[in-house]
């Protein structure tokens, strides 16, 4: 299990005699598409790939934002276009996440790649829903990232891999 538990600040400050709480983090990798930041535990990410090391193959009869597989390695990976997945417009310019579930590879194209953070688990708060979002399955959970300026969206990879139709 890659999660890890630390000290808080408040229960660092506690007297001898006090329980200390332990607090539950996972580390995301943060990347921006549509102009939106998505988290995903860095327990999925196998590799970074840049737009120059990913030459996709199209094939024909796949959902739209499947723009088709690469060759990683001698092993064929489908490669989901984020952007359209979410209802934005493809761009040009992009970076190839790759992730890993239980030995299952998809990756992803996002926009660019901006950092990993640990984030504790009880501060991840509900996404409220909305009617006819049927990529907000994708998302479950959203964060204010340290600064208050950004918000980040969790995404749950098993719903990219097993709840992508």
């Known amino acids: 299990m890659d999660t890890m538990t630390e000290m808080t600040a408040d229960t660092a400050a506690l007297a001898p005699d006090e329980e200390m709480v332990?607090?539950?983090?996972n580390k995301y990798l943060i990347f921006l598409s549509g102009g939106i930041y998505y988290g995903v535990d860095t327990k999925y990410v196998k590799e970074m790939l840049t737009q120059w090391e990913t030459s996709?193959?199209?094939l024909p009869m796949l959902p739209p934002d499947i723009r088709g597989v690469i060759n990683l390695r001698g092993g064929v990976v489908p490669i989901i276009d984020f952007r359209l997945m979410m209802?934005?417009?493809?761009e040009d310019k992009f970076c190839t996440v790759i992730l890993d579930m239980e030995g299952t590879q998809i990756g992803?194209?996002?926009?660019?790649?901006d950092q990993t953070v640990d984030i504790e688990k009880n501060r991840i708060l509900p996404v409220p829903r909305q009617s006819d979002m049927?990529?907000?399955?994708?998302?479950?959970?959203?964060?204010?990232?340290?600064g208050g300026k950004k918000t980040l969206m969790v995404?749950?990879?098993?719903?990219?891999?097993?709840g992508h139709q």
């Open 56 to 58: 996709v193959t199209w």
């Open 87 to 90: 209802g934005c417009m493809p």
């Open 134 to 146: 049927s990529a907000q399955k994708m998302v479950t959970g959203m964060y204010s990232l340290p």
């Open 108 to 113: 992803i194209l996002v926009d660019e790649v």
């Open 155 to 162: 995404l749950d990879c098993t719903q990219l891999l097993y």
């Open 22 to 25: 332990e607090v539950e983090v």
